[in-house]
């Protein structure tokens, strides 16, 4: 593997979400990696956003109640008779 290229904030988090979803190639990760290490700020940003994803993924998980997929039937019916 090559040198591990310092990059900076701006950097870093434009490649924040591909990096989360493990889409960056080998040496890209390894520079964000870098970077997390050593920045405070990019680091909290990274754990909101981690935090964020599994909290979005966990309440795609959830069974809507009964009562509110009743009344989005009836919201769509009443819409599509106007």
Do not use: W
Not at 39 to 56: A, D, H, I, T
């Amino acid at each position: 593997m090559s040198k591990i290229r310092q990059i900076g904030c701006e950097e870093a988090l434009k490649q924040l979400l591909e990096y989360l979803d493990q889409e960056l190639g080998e040496q890209h990760s390894h520079e964000v990696d870098q970077h997390l290490s050593t920045c405070r700020s990019c680091y909290s940003r990274m754990e909101f956003e981690k935090r964020l994803k599994q909290r979005l993924q966990d309440a795609g998980r959830q069974e809507v109640p009964d009562t509110l997929k009743d009344r989005i039937n009836r919201l769509f019916a009443e819409q599509n008779k106007n």
